[in-house]
DNA sequence: TCTGGGGTCCTAGGACCC
DNA sequence: TCTGGGGTCCTAGGACCC
């Protein structure tokens, strides 16, 4: 018996831990750059406002009904995230972390599941004050259909059989996991609206509307494993470093900056994972929502001599590459750099060329980084990383890292 | 004026090989 | 007039997820 474990309005409900007062009180978190809103309360919900709305375009129904409204936190996410996943893990040792707000679980043969979910539930909220749901199935899918309707009928936990017609039907085609606005629509033109439309179907004619990947997800609607428990997260393949900028940058120079920035982060975070990277791609892309303006999209793609994480190398490849592409007279919104192809360290391919270079700049990667870690990202940067940063994004509405940083713990009782 | 970021997998089509 | 067959590899684009 497979369980998932999902978050009720996860980022919200983060928020609520530390400020009790939002209990009851709509409340939505924005992405970055305060953008849309991606987390909302029931309350929020209520209201009208919807998932991936524009902030701009909600505003005055915030305003009006007195939503809070606060920048994403993902420090505090992230903390508060790995602390049920602690807990979780007490209950099972299979178990997939599928997401920030969401896990697997394997229940073996647990004599009654729904119970032991019940206990699940009730000890994560406890422990984390964080509210989740779960739901159960033979299958990832039917766990994750049975997860919508715990959350639909507020009954904390619930179980769906694969024979059990009257909650498939239940469920829109599209509200089925691995099912988004193409597929469904493709699937509504053929007559198929549900889960159970769409379990009953035949394998050719869904094979057809979407491929091996729509018919796996309808065995697993049927009861069929298809999709395996991944217990051990596999090794990424890409790591990306992208932003919208806080304003439009027009000049090389800022782009170059904001590249140079990816770049390190990029860096950075695959010598934490141990990896190196075969490639190296770099992005710029317009407002391609301002139909008004001239669009520019573009990107190159690079392939190193020998693999590499060297975020000084890989920091000038990127600007090089981007000067490359970079057009005079557009009014930029986005830039980005990814690390292709991956490789989890231990044989590196040496550049019989690349003489002692190498060493210094690890050396220099290891001084920064430890610099880093003890004063802050401002303590040690690059120079073409730039000092004033205009472009960068924007986040009014942050509230403290309550749980990591030791100037931001939250107050019991005032002066 | 203001519209997120980071991933994965699959498929079709082109280039190239013998 | 008539223009093969079988394969691999790579990439871009489309679809999905949270």
Known sequence: MI?????????VSCERVFRPSLEKCPVIILSNNDGCAVARSNEAKQLGI?????????RNICDRAGVAVFSSNYELYGDMSRRIVSVLSRFSPRMEVYSI?????????????????RQIRKRVGEWTGIPISIGLGPTKTLAKLANRLAKQGNTG?????????????SVAVEDVWGIGNR????????????????????????????????????RELCGWNCINLEEVP????????????????????????????HAVKAANRIRREGSLARG?????????????????????????????????????????????????????????????????????????FNGGEREKHERLADVMEQLTTAYGPRAAFLAAQGLERSWS?????LTSRYTTSWDELPVAGTS
């Open 234 to 261: 596999q090794p990424r393949k890409n790591a990306c470093s992208s932003r919208s900028f806080g304003r439009p940058v027009t000049t090389l120079q800022d782009l170059e900056e904001a590249v140079a920035n």
């Open 280 to 352: 190296l791609q770099v992005f710029v892309a317009t407002n391609r929502f301002r139909k008004d303006l001239p669009q520019y999209v573009n990107s190159r793609t690079m392939v190193f001599g020998e693999p590499t994480d060297d975020p000084i190398c890989i920091l000038s490849s990127a600007c090089r590459m981007l000067r490359g592409i970079y057009r005079n007279g557009y009014a930029y919104k986005k830039a980005g750099v990814l690390l292709l192809d991956l490789d989890q360290g231990g044989h590196q391919q040496l550049n019989l």
């Open 393 to 397: 994004m924007k986040r009014s509405r």
């Open 50 to 58: 919807p998932m991936g709305a524009p902030y701009y375009q909600v």
């Open 101 to 117: 707000d969401e896990s697997f679980l394997d229940l073996g043969q647990a004599v009654n599941p729904l119970e032991l979910s």
């Open 3 to 11: 369980a998932l474990a999902d978050c009720n309005n996860f980022y």
């Open 183 to 218: 597929y469904a629509s493709r699937l509504r033109r053929i007559g198929i609206r549900n889960a159970l439309e769409l379990a009953e179907a035949p394998s050719v004619v869904v094979r057809k509307a979407g491929g091996v990947t729509l018919e796996r997800t309808q």
């Open 157 to 169: 936990c619930l179980e769906v059989r694969p024979g059990d017609k009257g909650s498939l039907r």
